[in-house]
């Protein structure tokens, strides 16, 4: 077996594979041989069956399925003993001047088309501009962000004084039939309702400034517009069992309960950080604000990339890419057509590109993802998901376990080894170009965010 690279050009062309009689010849007479141990032929016992019957029955699939499997093996050695970086994946060259005779041919030559990532040189040092941002925490997202916490954080208290809008009411319901208790009717022991759920003006303004101890008639499905759901809720009973209940009930008060914002004291400190962290509210909010500046980081470093994107891009403009090649090969994939190609072709190079030249930036350089390199990323995201509940305090044995799960998924350790490199890449940037610190607002930042490059 011979192979052999033909280039067309500096990004294009041919890796030829000459196969002879010899490469795949044992490898079908071991095929033919395993068939005819498990073939079932009429007329033949099993394992019985003469090989000449098995050559003419099977004989040429073999023979295909023998040779695909040689040349698909041959190929990705070829490119990975010749290091061959290839764009997209090899192409088959089926054309008419190369036509193959399984019948009369023992000698195959298979020619398959590729692209070739090209050959270039990035000029960055640091002469080369970059930004990067630093949000300045404002008061007022410090406020709003302990506001939000507090309310999170607290709790329903049983109250003595009148009912308002957002108080919890819990007390009996009891079915009604013409202003009497419907006899054998539906009664709810621990009926819980909130005055500002209901839809009914009439109805929610009768459950307003009432005290422990007060009765309110009103129907279920005027109260709620005839949402089911809400009115299954309510009576504790399915949707479809609330379509035959059509009474009135009543409901007996038994406890008024209304929600109260935890307090800024220690208690809330040590809820939301750990414990002996923050003993003061000036602590407090300066650990706020360090809490709130970390979040921004990863918009931050997106910022970064997305600059730096089109500082590469700019700096390849004359890189000649395997357009042509590339396009055909994209046709080749589900759901495209030629106008989607041509649409999306424009983005799908400059995102090549990028990628190309983080990978030449990182071979260069040596990148190494290591284990503790995954474990801190995996880390990071374990804090983040928990913050998204308000949950800033979690104990190490929980958040270990949590990394430890996501570690043993393959996809995310993929991801997570992606965002390494691309950690990695950022640092390499801010050392080798010049990179610029800015402060901006947290709308400033929003809007830049917002802008399309």
């Known amino acids: 077996m011979k192979s052999s690279l033909n280039k067309t050009s500096d990004v294009n062309g041919s890796i030829v594979i000459e196969i002879e009689k010899a490469d795949y010849q044992d490898k079908v007479e071991k095929s033919l041989n395993q068939y005819r141990q498990k073939a079932s032929i009429p007329g033949f016992r ?6 000449s019957v098995v050559q003419k029955m099977y004989g040429k699939a073999i023979l295909v399925d023998e040779i695909n499997k040689l040349v698909s093996e041959e190929l990705g050695n070829f490119i990975h003993e010749n290091k061959l970086r290839i764009l997209g994946e090899p192409v088959a060259d089926e054309g008419d001047d190369k036509p193959l005779d399984l019948d009369k041919d023992e000698n195959f030559t298979f020619y398959f088309n590729i692209a070739l990532t090209p050959e270039f040189e990035l000029a960055l040092d640091k002469k080369s501009k970059l930004t990067n941002y630093i949000v300045n925490i404002e008061n007022d997202l410090v406020e709003k962000q302990i506001d939000a916490y507090k309310q999170n954080l607290g709790t329903h208290e049983a109250v003595e004084t009148e009912s308002i809008d957002n108080d919890l009411i819990k007390g009996v319901l009891v079915a009604m039939e013409k202003g009497k208790e419907k006899k054998d009717g539906l009664v709810i022991e621990n009926a819980i309702l909130m005055p500002s759920y209901i839809k009914d003006e009439t109805i929610k303004s009768s459950f307003i400034g009432k005290n422990v101890g007060d009765s ?39 406890e008024i309960t209304r929600y109260k914002a935890a307090e800024l004291n220690q208690e809330l400190f040590d809820k939301i950080f750990p414990a002996g962290t923050v003993t003061n509210e000036e602590e407090f909010r300066a650990k706020m604000a360090e809490m709130l500046s970390e979040q921004f980081k990863p918009n931050a470093e997106y910022l ?19 357009d042509e090649f590339l396009k055909n090969w994209l046709m080749s994939q589900e759901g495209r057509t030629p106008e989607s190609v041509e649409e999306d072709y424009p983005k ?42 308000g949950m800033n305090n979690v104990p190490d044995d929980i958040l270990q376990n949590y990394v430890k799960e996501m570690m043993s998924k393959e996809d995310h350790v993929r991801g997570m080894y992606d965002r390494a490199i691309e950690h990695k ?14 402060e901006v607002t947290s709308e400033e930042f929003s809007k830049l965010l917002q802008e399309e490059k």
């Open 425 to 438: 890449f950022v640092e390499w940037l801010k050392k080798t170009v010049k990179v610029t610190d800015k």
């Open 46 to 51: 099993q394992g019985k069956v003469p090989k």
């Open 216 to 254: 309110v008639i009103f129907h279920p499905k005027t109260a709620y517009d005839n949402n089911e759901a809400e009115v299954a809720s309510l009576l504790q009973t399915t949707k479809d069992a609330v379509k035959e209940i059509n009474s009135d009930f009543r409901f007996d008060i038994k």
């Open 304 to 322: 970064l990339l997305r600059d730096a994107k089109e500082l590469i891009l700019k700096k390849m403009k004359d890189v000649v890419f395997p």
């Open 348 to 389: 799908i190079i400059e995102d090549l590109k990028f990628h190309i030249a983080k990978e030449k930036i990182s071979e260069a350089n040596s990148f190494k993802v290591e284990k503790e390199d995954l474990e801190a990323i995996a880390t990071a995201a374990a804090r983040q998901q928990f913050a998204q509940y």
